[in-house]
Nanobody, 125 residues
Framework: QVQLVESGGGSVQAGGSLRLSCAAS????????MGWFRQAPGREREGVAA????????YYADSVKGRFTISQDNAKNTLYLQMNSLKPEDTAMYYC??????????????????WGQGTQVTVSS
């Protein structure tokens, strides 16, 4: 079993930065994709950034391109999301997720079978 634990969320002013971390444990070799997703009250869960763990391919939602960067440290089994130039509309619960099978739509949350507990990000104007 793979377990994911997020950290790094908090409250910041608009224009500020945060770095989220996702520590993975267990049978991490089974993971094919990892990603970050977010959900705000009254809105559907949406993909923010994702990557294929066997390559350098990365994927970003249009709303965060140029501001967010996804990366991983294989030695530490940790996924990161660097968030810069934060906006109030970025306020949401952020989740780390993983899946065992390959997908051509890595930003779609439906196929991810392993989820962390979430970390809250709040951006004030």
């Amino acid at each position: 079993q793979v377990q994911l634990v997020e950290s790094g969320g908090g409250s910041v002013q608009a224009g500020g930065s945060l770095r989220l971390s996702c520590a993975a444990s267990g049978n991490t070799r089974s993971i094919r994709h990892m990603g970050w997703f977010r959900q705000a009250p009254g809105r559907e869960r949406e993909g923010v950034a994702a990557m294929y763990t066997s390559s350098t391919s990365t994927y970003y939602a249009d709303s965060v391109k140029g501001r967010f960067t996804i990366s991983q440290d294989n030695a530490k089994n940790t996924l990161y999301l660097q968030m810069n130039s934060l906006k109030p509309e970025d306020t949401a619960m952020y989740y780390c997720a993983a899946r065992n099978s390959f997908t051509f739509a890595p930003l779609s949350p439906g196929g991810y079978n392993i989820w962390g507990q979430g970390t809250q990000v709040t951006v004030s104007s």
